[in-house]
């Protein structure tokens, strides 16, 4: 189904409508919503025009108690939305039908938002007929119904008395992979949308599924997809604009094919899970780990593929207990803000620690900044997002004021299950790496920020387990036997 999109927001030579088949059909009666959403009275201007007061945020995840299973007590339900995205034949509709059945399982309730683009090319509409300005207002309403029609399992969510994983196919920046950057700006103009609100505030995760053309050739194919016409080369076209609209959100994470199918729909899994922060045991092979390096500089912007900029400010919070750590995380562009407080918790029956992140408004922002550990500096950083390879990179580049120690600091991250050469080809090769710092405590975000010298305070926080480098330096704090230990990975958010 997701090639429904790609060929309605796709150029019209390009775009190549088929009729659409009968399991398709189900998705008609999601319009439905969309007419009872008009007959309230409410024009769909008034319903995105503001998307501060329209588009329902993240709902707020505070101090989870989770049982063995992941699961919480009825007092504290969770709604947590996410959106599927990705080229053709990259395995979303599988992905969703997993992710229910896993979710559902567990006692969650699971909502199945439809492609938009789907529900309204069945109603006869032929993108390649279109004028280009029938074309630019088609792409709006296109944007103005997707809306409604979250809104409307949003609203279900918020409701509902199980905790509720939603899961949209496609989400609203979507549409700008398909739309040129002029005229995608004047939209947003238009209507007074802006991007942290439409892409960081409005959904939890974002999943990048990579097509089958980019990296699983062999098993690519368009023979039981109706809405599917794509060749390999227009797939891998349509793959990476999809991820590239989505470049930015703090919580984007790409599927891609190094692994069979079934372990990237295991991958899948393990992701929501990790996020959410369910203690999946050993139900799922863990794969993909966090990998931080030292950059040496920064390079000239030009040398960057398409990025985006945040600035980005942390604070720590007084926590419960010297293994607990919280922080708040303000994270914005062009004074357009979304907040985040995130909870660690240390390893609970010899599994991976417990890391709750709840997104919060601004009013739930700075009343928990009453909470600041004096202890520590204010982080300020500026976080370059960009995409290559498939791989998905984050450099955090330090800011004054700050502790001396993070003058110049410069930390790339990413995600990968990827090891040896084929870690080393995916790397960005115009940026001058110096070394992997992976669960080294010297670039803890935590440690970076104590205002207290490391070699008399007893707040250095000490990582677990990461290989020879790890031990050496273990055995070095532990004959200084001045350090706290600290059961887990530090990382940044």
């Known amino acids: 189904m997701a090639t429904a999109a790609d060929q309605l927001m796709a150029p019209a030579s390009l775009a190549t409508i088929a009729p659409v088949s009968n399991g398709q ?131 279900l969510g918020n409701s509902s008395t199980r905790n509720c994983l939603i899961i949209c196919d496609r989400g609203v920046m979507d549409a700008s992979a398909y739309i040129s950057k002029d005229k995608w700006e004047k939209m947003m103009a238009g209507n007074k949308w802006n991007p942290v609100e439409m892409r960081d505030n409005r959904y939890n995760q974002i999943l990048h599924l990579v097509s089958a053309a980019n990296g699983a050739e062999d098993f690519y194919s368009t023979e039981d997809h109706a809405c599917r016409s794509e060749g390999v080369d227009l797939a891998r076209e349509l793959d990476y604009k999809s991820a590239a609209a989505w470049v930015g959100h703090p919580y984007f994470d790409v599927i891609d094919n190094s692994t069979n199918f079934e372990a990237k729909m295991n991958r899948l899994i393990e992701s929501v899970c990790q996020k959410v922060g369910i203690d999946i045991g050993d139900r799922l092979q863990a794969t993909s780990r966090k990998l931080k390096y030292l950059v040496a500089m920064l390079p000239p912007d030009c040398e960057f593929p398409p990025f985006q900029d945040f600035d980005v400010v942390h604070h720590y919070l007084q926590s419960g207990g010297p293994k607990v750590q919280a922080r708040l995380r303000k994270r914005g562009q062009k004074n357009h803000w ?55 990179f984050q450099l955090d580049i330090y800011k004054e004021p700050g502790h001396p120690r993070c003058k110049g600091l410069v930390l ?8 040896g050469d084929a870690l080393k080809n995916c790397m960005p090769k115009f940026l001058n790496i110096v070394k992997e710092v992976t669960g080294d405590p010297d670039y803890s975000m ?34 200084q036997n001045q350090k706290q230990y600290h059961p887990y990975d530090e990382t940044s958010d």
């Open 25 to 155: 059909q189900s998705l008609l009666a999601t319009t439905a919503a969309v007419a009872m959403a008009a007959r309230n009275g409410q024009e769909q201007q008034e319903l995105v025009e503001n998307q501060k007061s329209t588009s329902p945020k993240p709902s707020p995840m505070p101090n989870l108690k989770l049982n063995k299973m992941g699961s919480v007590s009825s007092k504290e339900k969770r709604v947590y939305k996410i959106v599927l995205t990705g080229g053709p034949c990259g395995g979303k509709t599988t992905g969703q039908s997993r992710l229910c059945t896993f979710f559902e399982n567990l006692g969650w309730k699971v909502f199945r938002v439809p492609e938009t683009a789907t529900v309204l090319l069945s109603g006869g509409v032929k993108f390649s007929d279109l004028t280009e300005k029938e074309a630019y207002k088609f792409q709006e309403n296109l944007i103005r119904t997707m809306v409604q029609i979250e809104n409307t399992y949003f609203e």
């Open 338 to 392: 979304s907040y985040i407080h995130t909870q660690r918790r240390p390893n609970v029956h010899g599994q991976a620690r417990i890391e709750v992140k709840t997104q919060l408004t601004h009013r739930d922002y700075m009343n928990l900044l009453a909470q600041r550990d004096d202890a520590h500096f204010t982080i300020y950083k500026k976080r370059r997002c960009f995409l290559i390879n498939n791989q998905y």
């Open 446 to 479: 935590f440690n970076l920020s104590l205002k207290e010298d490391w070699s008399t305070t007893k707040k250095f926080c000490r990582t677990a387990t990461h290989g020879k480098q790890h031990e050496q330096q273990q055995l070095h704090h532990e004959k």
């Open 412 to 419: 790339l991250e990413t995600y990968s299950s990827l090891t």
